[in-house]
């Protein structure tokens, strides 16, 4: 990701343990992580995605960044959250 960033320029950066702090930012009252796109838990691995794609000029720091489900981050691709009928 940082290197990707880097050539396009976007910048950011993200130290570990601001991903501990998006986890727990996701994290129900049940110790579940919850898929930013679906809103449902995530069981097995799941994708760090960047809200604003690197190709559409969203930087790899902390608030760009968001734990999903392997098949979310896939659906929602390299799509702006506008074009997803989102708001930022």
Do not use: F
């Not at 190709?55 to 074009?83: F, Q, T, V």
């Amino acid at each position: 990701h940082r290197r990707r960033a880097r050539k396009r320029g976007n910048g950011g950066r993200c130290t570990a343990d601001e991903l501990v702090a998006i986890r727990i930012a996701q994290t129900d009252k049940h110790g579940q992580l919850i898929c930013w796109y679906c809103g449902k838990p995530i069981k097995g691995t799941p994708h760090l995605d960047h809200w604003i794609p690197l190709d559409k000029g969203g930087p790899s720091d902390s608030g760009n960044l968001h734990y999903m489900h392997a098949r979310c981050n896939l659906e929602k691709r390299a799509k702006h959250p506008n074009e997803l009928g989102r708001l930022i």
